[in-house]
């Protein structure tokens, strides 16, 4: 079993910047794509970036420019970090890995983004 724990979220005001980290711990042999997705209230889950084991990332347009998304292999960690933060980045944010055949989630952190 693969368990997925997630930080770093909290209360920012507009423009501000946040670190979010996750870590993945348990039964690993090898951590393979990496990568968070927010909901919103009333929303659907949607994709914010991902990263693979070999480091190419994806990025949702929205967080483009403003969101970088990095790992650290040895540790089973993927992070994000999120600059120049806006209202609409108001979610609950998860993180999911894929470890063999099967993908993985964290619980969720909050991030509030206020105006």
């Known amino acids: 079993q693969v368990q997925l724990v997630e930080s770093g979220g909290g209360l920012v005001q507009a423009g501000g910047s946040l670190r979010l980290s996750c870590a993945a711990s348990?039964?690993?042999?090898?951590?393979?794509?990496m990568g968070w997705y927010r909901q919103a209230p009333g929303k659907q889950r949607e994709l914010v970036a991902t990263i693979t084991r070999g480091g190419s990332t994806n990025y949702a347009d929205s967080v483009k420019g403003r969101f970088t998304i990095s790992r650290d292999n040895a540790k089973n960690t993927v992070y994000l970090q999120m600059n120049s933060l806006k209202p609409e980045d108001t979610a609950v944010y998860y993180c999911t890995a894929n470890v063999f055949i099967s993908d993985y989630w964290g619980q969720g952190t909050q991030v509030t983004v206020s105006s």
């Open positions: 348990g039964s690993i042999f090898r951590v393979n794509a």
